[in-house]
């Protein structure tokens, strides 16, 4: 990944807002992707505001940048929680938050600007804490934290550079060390919403609202904070997991949007009601950093979960890759949201790694957003323009990649529940030879394999 910068593309919630500057609503992304002529390249760059926080182009919020400076990098200190075995029911919801507590950290959360945090790196280590400390000091570096990861096999190390050595050199030095297996930048994250009309979801996906269900079909999402006394939740989400628990949670719009879109219940319901969300809460001020989704991901593959939701964009990172990998090994279905930066922003990740289902928004009438990410990773389109959704402050209408994920991780819990002994494989295959062809002929890079048809791919035979 080049080490070269632009800004991140705001977004807002507002009704009806301009299509045209969605993307371009703040000053500080005035260079992102659809906002100039040879925009969304890799490898862009713009001025910025002192103290902005700037992603890459393929980084899109999802809401609102707050006006006040950027929340500060949270420092994740995960424990798993016990697993649960089996696609029951969990905890009822409001119940307590599980907040990680054995983590080695000793560096306070701090604001950061560029697309990775500029004085970390993340490395997995053959070795003991020992060998850890023996790394450090060779090469001049600070353990900020340290942690065995389920998904990656190893332990992993978030290193401080003390020193103001660019990350790409510490990352060249520590390459000459046996015990380091994997290095990378602490890469930034984003969300993506782009933001009525009723959900229209059910009829453009062909799923039957009155025969919907996901019941005891255990959905992991990785995503802000929610307002679980937003009564679309109630009795939907069946544990919560803090993997940033120093950072306050000021904004919880778009994690219970997300929620509510796959599970929700009463007048919001959503495409899979009955199925138990295990919500990770991951991002803050719209933004993450991968040792923080890291340990999202981990927390989720002790839960036992069938499917996991992650609606958010970021860099290629191989520490990613190899936790998506090792979660679809373990039999779990992963979506993603393929982003909103429009249609010459470079791929999104997680969603353009193998084994993860990239998933694009469409409106009403099938037209492809116009801000949606393209690509030969897109694998299928779903709604995810304009609809009425729970959130934070009781309801709102939404826009976005993000949300076309949720309706697919919704409809994948359907297909789960009806047919529980169907793998992640049989389910990625069903969804890509039932869909309804949009655009040219066959699978393209606007839409996928074209519309999601959740009543075709229940019939679909391995």
């Known amino acids: 990944m080049a080490i070269v910068t632009v800004p991140a593309s705001a977004q807002t919630n507002a009704t009806n807002p301009d299509r045209a500057k969605i993307d371009c609503s703040d000053e500080a992304n005035v260079t992102a992707a659809d906002c100039v002529k040879d925009g969304g390249a890799k490898g862009g760059s713009g001025a910025a505001e002192a103290g902005a926080v700037f992603l890459p182009a393929l980084i899109v919020d999802l809401f609102p940048n707050p006006a006040a400076p950027p929340a500060p990098v949270p420092t994740p200190r995960p424990e798993p929680a016990a697993p649960v075995a089996g696609n029951q029911a969990g905890p009822p919801s409001g119940g307590a938050i599980v907040s990680p507590t054995d983590l080695i950290a000793v560096q306070p959360p701090r604001a950061v600007t560029g697309e990775f945090v500029p004085d970390e790196v993340l ?49 060249a030095q520590l390459a000459a ?11 930034i994250y984003s969300l993506q919403q782009a933001a009525g009309i009723v959900n229209y979801a059910f ?3 062909a799923l039957d609202a009155k025969q919907a269900s996901g019941e005891n079909v255990r959905v992991a999402v990785i995503d802000t904070g929610i307002d679980d006394t937003n009564p679309a939740l109630a009795g939907v989400i069946a544990v919560q997991f803090d993997a940033m628990p120093g950072v306050p949670i000021e904004k919880r719009d778009h994690g219970t949007s997300v929620d509510g879109l796959i599970a929700g219940v009463g007048a919001l319901e959503g495409m899979a009601p009955g199925a138990r969300i295990y919500h990770a809460r991951a991002f803050e001020g719209g933004k993450s950093t991968m040792d923080v989704i890291l340990s999202a991901l981990d927390w989720a593959a002790d839960q036992n979960v069938s499917i996991i939701n992650m609606s958010f964009v970021g860099p290629k990172n191989d520490l990613l890759g190899t936790a998506c990998r090792n979660a679809r090994a373990l039999g779990m279905v992963l979506v993603a949201a393929a982003g909103n930066n429009g249609p010459k922003a470079p791929y999104g990740y997680p969603a353009a790694f193998d084994g993860v289902i990239a998933v694009t928004a469409t409106d009403a009438k099938d037209g492809l957003m116009p801000q949606a990410n393209r690509g030969a990773y897109v ?8 609809m009425v959704a729970p959130s934070g402050a009781g309801s709102d209408v939404v826009t976005g ?7 697919v991780s919704g409809a994948i819990a359907n297909l789960i529940h009806a047919a529980p ?25 606007d839409f996928g394999f074209g519309l999601l048809d959740i009543k075709a791919a229940q019939t679909a035979k391995e």
């Open 177 to 187: 060390d046996v015990r380091t297996q994997r290095r990378e930048p602490n890469h």
């Open 379 to 386: 694998f299928i389109s779903a709604p995810g323009v304009e």
């Open 123 to 171: 490395v997995t280590v053959d070795g003991d804490a020992g060998a850890v400390q023996q790394i450090a000091a060779s090469f001049g570096l600070e353990v900020r934290s340290q942690r065995q990861s389920r998904l990656l096999g190893t332990t992993l190390v978030r290193f401080g550079i003390p020193d103001g050595r660019p990350v790409g050199v510490v990352l």
């Open 203 to 205: 009829d453009r996906i």
């Open 421 to 445: 002994e169907r793998s992640a494989d049989d389910i990625e295959k069903a969804l890509a030879a039932t869909a309804r062809d949009l655009g040219p002929k066959g699978r393209d890079n």
């Open 401 to 407: 990649t993000s949300f076309a994920a949720a309706i």
